[in-house]
């Protein structure tokens, strides 16, 4: 079977096979490229419209227990300078972004333990008290399921965990010992099970990545249902052990954000800052390949630049205002436009 006619195949039957899979991932040309995009649009427009969701990104600790070897905020990083975000601060940069029009909040971190479960539960409760209307979504990695059931009383509403890779020897060399994909596969299915709209995802182009590992992500994903997936290129950490490690490509981030759209059709999908950092048009491809999210930071200025996950993120100097209104003139030059709605999951998974 010919490209163009495994993409029909992807569009009608939701899957493929791994090796229709590996046909498409490493024999796409230009032409291939542009028709799965354009079914993909018209897939993500069936369930979503023209809408793009804003999530309010809220970087609150780059305090970590955890030693990814990507990340720029991993535990042995003696050079990362280290900040946490008062409860009020928290509020503040709420305030802000819901007068910009967001309706959603991510609580993002390292996994910082002084965030206790109670701590955590206050900033939710209170959150969700000032802005009852607003989806609240942690994104803070593994903790106890105890600890899940707790925030999701508070009120959170989604939580995002990128599984990483799905394949285990993959997954242990871009984490130190002590890190299991069965743990992180153990968390998604305790989150899910409580009630959460969960989000997994991957990076395109980590180090060691084969395209059988990124098959096996698909299979994964779509196996699991998840509501939400995040995938963002890999992007060198000068203070990492992958600092001399090439970044994701854009067209491979590309096709992954199209082959998804087609597989899961409800599936909300930002087109992530590591897009718009490796490409400045990055984020606008994203959305006509079939992402829908984006993702502004709403963290204070004066944070910004020390949560650093990757070098040369984007927008690390801007305040939100101007973030936001960046972003709009962005997403209105694709054809689409910024919903200010809380955007929920078309579909219950
Ligand atoms: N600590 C939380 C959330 C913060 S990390 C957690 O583990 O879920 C959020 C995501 O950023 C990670 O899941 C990872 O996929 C991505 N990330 C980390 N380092 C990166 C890098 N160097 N390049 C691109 N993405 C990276």
Redesign the pocket.
Known sequence: MNNRDLIKKLRDNRELSRDEYKQLLISMTKEDEEFLYKNAREVREEYYGKDVYVRGLIEFTNY?R?D?L???IRASNKECDRYRLSREQILECAETGYELGFRTFVM????DMKFSDEEMCMIISDLKERYPDCAITL???ERERTSYEKYFAAGADRF???H?SITPEHYSRLHSESQKIETRVRCLKDLKEIGYQVGC???IGSPFQTVDHLISDLLFMKEFKPHMI?M??????AQ?P?RDRPAGKLEDTLHMLGIVRLMLPYVLLPATT?LGTIVPTGRELGLLAGANVVMPNLSPTGVRAKYT??DGKICTGDEAAECVACLKRRIESTGYRLAVARGDCAERC
């Open positions: 970590c955890r990814c990507y990340c720029g993002q971190g390292g996994e994104s803070i990695g995002l965990l990128r990483e995802g991957i990076m995040g963002g290129p890999f992007i060198p950490h990492t992958f590591a996950l990757y």
